[in-house]
Structure formats: structure tokens, C-alpha cells
């Protein structure tokens, strides 16, 4: 009886040591083995052996992507009081075997790794906002990401971690200066408004004035050639009426009769038209004949005068 009992508890003992050997790791995590205490070797994931009861397994470490968010303050150069809410995506920095040794052993456990991490990432922007100047801040987002990633790559890296990531998800200020600023956005906008309608008037001026001046242009040319035009036709009229005079005037003379004939009528037909296409009610025209006379002279004159220019 005693025999059976010992023979099925090293049945049982043998049952738990077999399978006490096999280790499964899950994908995405690397287990640390040790030996009384001491560091031994890595287990990749999937199926893996270890000797019962010697070989443990000290951690399970995640070789995935991890984020904590943060919120801290900072004060910048000018004294004004910046509040942060940020996010940090971090990781393993490989597989390598030195690597998971620094993960596993460099921190007591994850809480105090965090710290760490959170308080250096903490300072080091405090470091960066407190040399620049309030109003500089919110636009030096991505040099305030670039920043902290080049002071902190070599000191995580002898952790064994690499920082994927920074997102300054919010920076705001006290209430009293968001005040301020909005109200100097504000007065901004109106003072940027107020140029543009005085730049959109000035266009509009200087357009209709442009306008103006060309159509004065143009009117002043269409005058000028119709002046041109009306002085070419009185010269055309007169040219042809000169040479009708003339020409019967040679007739007349080869006739042997009288030219002044010619002035006669043509003092006769003006006084005609002026009779016709008058517009007023009464014309004053001297009738005696000292003053057919006079007129008669001065037309001879002119008649000559023009004959002068035709043969010339």
C-alpha cells in the first residue's frame, strides 16, 4: 500500500515536472528567465522549454507600443504660467538581449519607470519653455516635440526604451492672459479689416478715377477728329465752291457778260437760306445798295483770294 502511494506521487511529481517545462509566450512578449535569482536568457513567443523547477520566469515584457498622457505645468521666460496636456507613445527599443536586460532589471518595477520617464519628459520641456517668451510658445509646438526626442533618445535608449512619439495635445495660460490674447487676436483682426476696406476703397477710387480719365480721353479724341473732320469738309466746300466760281466766271467772260452777276445771285441765294433755315423769328440784313455793294466787294475779294490759292 505504501509502495502505490509513492509510486503515484512520483507519477504526479513527474506529471507536473513534464509540463512545468514547456513555457508558451504569447505574441508580442519576451520572457526573462533566471536562475536562483540570477539572469539566465530570453524566451521568444510562442512554444519554449526550461528546466523545471530551476529556470524561472522572472518578467513577461511587452515589446508593444505603450501611452501615458501627461499634464504639467511650466513658466516661461516672461512669467507666465503654461499648462500642458500631452500624450507619450513609447516603446522596447529592439528585441536584442542587452536590450530586454536594461527593460527588465534597470527599474524595480513599472511604476517607478514611469516616473521617470514622466519626470524627465516634465523637465525637459520646463527647461526649453522657460527660455522663450510667452507669446512665442503656441506656435513652437513641433521645436518643443523636436526638443524633448533630442534630449531624451540617449537616456531612454540606456533604459532600453525609444520614444515614438510626443502630441502636445493642449497648451493653454491663466484666464487673465487668454484674455488678453484673445482680445489682441481681436483687435488684430479689426485693425487687418479696417486696412483691407481701405485698400478695397483706394482700388475703387483710383479705378473710377482711372476710368474717368479715360473716358474724358476718349471723348476729347472723338472731338478732335470730329473738329478734324468738320474743318476738312468747310475746306472740301469751300475748295469746290471756289472752283465752280471760277469756272463760271472763265464761261462768263468767254460770253463777254458781267461777273458780278455771279456775286448777285450768290447774295440772293444767301438771303434765301437765311429765310429758309433760320431759327429765330427776325434777321437783320442791310438791303440798300451801298450795302449790296460793300458785300459784293468783299466776296470779290474773297473770290480772289481763293482763285490765288487754287492756282497756287
Do not use: C
Request: hydrophobic share 45%.
Amino acid at each position: 500500500m505504501a509502495a502505490q502511494i509513492i509510486f503515484y506521487f512520483v507519477v504526479f511529481f513527474g506529471i507536473i515536472v513534464f509540463f512545468s517545462s514547456f513555457v508558451t509566450v504569447k505574441q508580442g512578449t519576451i520572457a526573462v528567465i533566471t536562475v536562483f535569482g540570477k539572469y539566465r536568457r530570453i524566451l521568444k513567443p510562442g512554444l519554449n522549454l526550461k528546466l523545471p523547477l530551476i529556470e524561472q520566469i522572472y518578467s513577461r515584457i511587452s515589446i508593444q507600443n505603450r501611452s501615458v498622457e501627461l499634464e504639467f505645468q511650466a513658466v516661461t521666460l516672461d512669467q507666465a504660467n503654461v499648462y500642458f496636456k500631452a500624450m507619450l507613445l513609447y516603446s522596447v527599443l529592439d528585441q536584442g538581449e542587452e536590450t530586454i536586460k536594461n527593460v527588465a532589471f534597470k527599474f524595480v518595477d513599472e511604476r517607478n519607470l514611469m516616473q521617470a520617464l514622466i519626470r524627465t519628459i516634465e523637465g525637459s520641456i520646463r527647461s526649453f519653455v522657460a527660455t522663450k517668451k510667452q507669446a512665442d510658445v503656441l506656435v513652437l509646438r513641433k521645436d518643443i516635440v523636436e526638443h524633448v526626442k533630442e534630449q531624451l533618445d540617449n537616456v531612454l535608449e540606456t533604459w532600453g526604451y525609444h520614444l515614438q512619439d510626443l502630441q502636445l495635445n493642449d497648451i493653454t495660460f491663466d484666464d487673465a492672459i487668454m484674455k488678453s490674447m484673445s482680445q489682441v487676436v481681436a483687435s488684430n483682426n479689426l485693425k487687418a479689416a479696417a486696412e483691407n476696406e481701405g485698400q478695397a476703397l483706394l482700388i475703387t477710387k483710383t479705378k473710377a478715377a482711372e476710368a474717368e480719365g479715360n473716358a474724358i480721353k476718349i471723348a476729347a479724341e472723338a472731338e478732335r477728329q470730329a473738329a478734324q473732320l468738320r474743318g476738312q469738309g468747310i475746306a472740301l466746300f469751300r475748295e469746290e465752291v471756289a472752283k465752280g466760281m471760277t469756272a463760271a466766271a472763265k464761261e462768263m467772260e468767254a460770253a463777254h457778260m458781267d461777273t458780278s452777276v455771279i456775286l448777285f445771285t450768290m447774295w440772293t441765294e444767301s438771303i434765301k437760306h437765311f429765310a429758309e433755315h433760320s431759327q429765330g423769328n427776325v434777321i437783320f440784313l442791310d438791303g440798300s445798295a451801298e450795302g449790296m455793294e460793300r458785300t459784293m466787294k468783299e466776296v470779290m475779294s474773297l473770290n480772289l483770294l481763293q482763285q490765288d490759292k487754287v492756282k497756287k
